[in-house]
């Protein structure tokens, strides 16, 4: 995974900013760390029929979820000056006032063309039995492939964005979703998960 350091200056709407960039430099990711400032604050409380507007000095505290040319899906908490924290879905509207800074992991680069060793990805949930047989599998078989491990919302996020599928273990052959443990024991069976070299 590579990552990406941004910063965003005074005026700057944070999420019209980031997609802005997904969509010229085609970029896909997740963030990884946010710190910073707002001036103004949109975002939606879940339940509520109208965002939630804030303004004054609102410190970020977290910034969670994916960035793509397709769009954005952001949750952000902040901080008042009460120190009351708030949150809810970004929305347009939030302004950076002296300055956010976001580290951002990108996935799915333009023009990358996947080694051998990259050609299979399996994405496993620790402790996850079918994710530990889909493993010893590809192992047996000598088939070169490299672990995503879903051990946090982002990555999670990341192979949700990919897949359109909350179940695992996920395995993606060249970058697309191939199918899930019982697919890589079917081509098993069938004598065909040479293929997958």
């Not at 999420?15 to 997904?22: C, D, G, P, R, V």
């Not at 879905?89 to 002296?98: A, W």
């Not at 492939?145 to 359109?164: K, L």
Request: charged content about 15%; aromatic content about 6%; some cysteine.
């Amino acid at each position: 995974m590579e990552t990406l350091t941004l910063k965003l200056n005074p005026g700057q709407d944070l999420l019209q900013s980031l997609h802005q960039l997904a969509v010229e430099q085609q970029l896909k990711g997740f963030v990884l760390g946010v710190v910073g400032d707002l001036s103004e604050a949109c975002f939606q409380c879940p339940g509520q029929p109208q965002p939630t507007r804030m303004q004054g000095v609102l410190e970020v505290i977290t910034l969670n979820g994916t960035v793509s040319p397709d769009g954005v899906h952001l949750h952000l908490s902040l901080s008042d000056g009460a120190c009351q924290v708030w949150g809810g879905h970004l929305e347009p509207g939030s302004t950076v006032l002296k300055g956010v800074q976001l580290l951002l992991g990108l996935s799915g680069l333009p023009d990358q063309n996947p080694s051998p060793q990259e050609r299979i990805e399996l994405a496993v949930l620790p402790g996850c039995p079918w994710c530990h047989r889909a493993r010893q599998l590809l192992d047996r078989q000598n088939i070169p492939h490299n672990i995503i491990s879903v051990d946090s919302d982002h990555v999670f996020a990341t192979c949700f964005e990919r897949s359109g599928l909350r179940l695992f273990p996920q395995i993606f052959l060249n970058g697309d979703y191939f199918g899930d443990y019982s697919a890589l024991l079917q081509l098993h069976q069938n004598g065909q998960i040479d293929a997958l070299r």
